[in-house]
């Protein structure tokens, strides 16, 4: 899942090398911390938020094949 998550960040930023993200499992649920450069932040949370909830809804459905429950924090 770290992957899509960096996959679908580097697609959307104009500073796809300073996209980080960071993975914490605890049993079944995960933690994701998505890093981005300060000027690409607006690309990634978009107008209202939709962007940084469909990136969400992407990544809890691929949790959600594998059964576990996922937190994504955009920072």
Do not use: C, F
């Given at each position: 899942m ?6 679908i960040a ?5 500073n ?5 993200v960071?993975?914490t499992v605890?049993g079944d649920?995960?933690?994701m911390e998505l ?5 690409d932040?607006g690309?990634?949370i978009?107008?209202?938020g939709?962007?940084?909830?469909a990136i969400?809804s992407?990544?809890?459905?691929a949790?959600?094949r ?5 937190d994504?924090?955009?920072?």
């Open positions: 770290k992957e899509l998550v960096e996959v580097k697609a959307l930023v104009e796809p090398d300073d996209v980080v960071t993975e605890d649920e995960v933690v890093s981005v450069a300060p000027s932040m690309k990634v978009g107008k209202q939709r962007i940084a909830k969400r992407v990544v809890k459905a949790a959600s594998e059964e576990k429950k996922v994504l924090k955009i920072q």
